[in-house]
């Protein structure tokens, strides 16, 4: 369902509940992470809980949807594609090793593609997004992220005109100042794993990390650290 940023404020003071503000990166990241080893495996089960306690309320911007339903198929296909990879790389192996008996022996019983993990996982991101509040457009937000997109205030860099990031920063950091001048005392997290442009949670670009130690909502990189925070 879609709010305006007065009316999800309203939502959430009156369902107060742990509110989890989602970059795009981060939910693709849920697929990604059965091919790519800096992700914490973790977060395949951080989903699930996520979709099935109802003890949180997600938030999307509505650019995040959007930059969600471009970027799904690729998402899912390069997953496909590396275990597929995979598949290969162990049957070779397996070659291999049957040449050195001595060592040992491998049994496949599946494939590591055989076990549709990046299909799950595809269907865990959809229904994240799903189950979200979404956020809409608010002009003095959109306002204020093109001013820093000008000014090449993080999460905006000097020669990137892309105001997508700044936008949907700017929409969460007002639902923040606004759930906590309505005195909602419940954890607010944002996750993002886009390092270049917001940093990392332990040294993010100044101002973010200011900007949200004010409004005390923690800043993190993957699921199973928000988890942790509510």
């Known amino acids: 369902m ?3 940023l007065q009316g999800l404020c309203n939502h959430l003071v009156n369902d107060p509940k742990p509110v989890i503000m989602l970059d795009t990166c981060v939910i693709l990241d849920v697929i990604r992470t059965c091919i790519r080893e800096d992700l914490n495996h973790c977060t395949v089960g ?14 999307i911007h509505e650019i995040v949807e959007e930059e969600f339903d471009r970027n799904l198929t690729k998402v899912f296909f390069e997953a496909q594609k590396r275990l597929e990879g995979a598949d290969k790389l162990l049957k070779h192996f397996k070659n291999c090793l049957d040449q050195a008996p001595e060592l040992g022996s491998l049994s496949l019983i599946k494939k590591p593609s055989e076990f549709r993990l990046h299909s799950s996982l595809e269907a865990h991101a959809r229904d994240l997004v799903n189950q979200a509040l979404v956020l809409e457009a608010d002009s003095t937000c959109n306002n204020q992220a093109m001013t820093r997109v000008l000014q090449s205030v993080p999460p905006a860099t000097r020669g990137k005109n892309e105001p997508a990031d700044c936008a949907i920063y700017m929409h969460y950091l007002a639902l923040a100042n606004k759930l906590r001048r309505h005195n909602f005392d419940e954890p607010i997290v944002f996750i993002s794993s886009n390092k270049a442009d917001f940093g990392e949670p332990r ?12 409004l005390n909502v923690h800043f993190v990189n993957n699921l199973p650290w928000a988890l942790s925070k509510i």
């Open 2 to 4: 879609k709010y305006d």
């Open 46 to 59: 951080s989903v699930r809980k996520l979709l099935t306690n109802n003890s949180t309320n997600l938030v």
């Open 203 to 214: 040294s993010p670009r100044q101002p973010i990390g200011k900007e949200l130690s004010e």
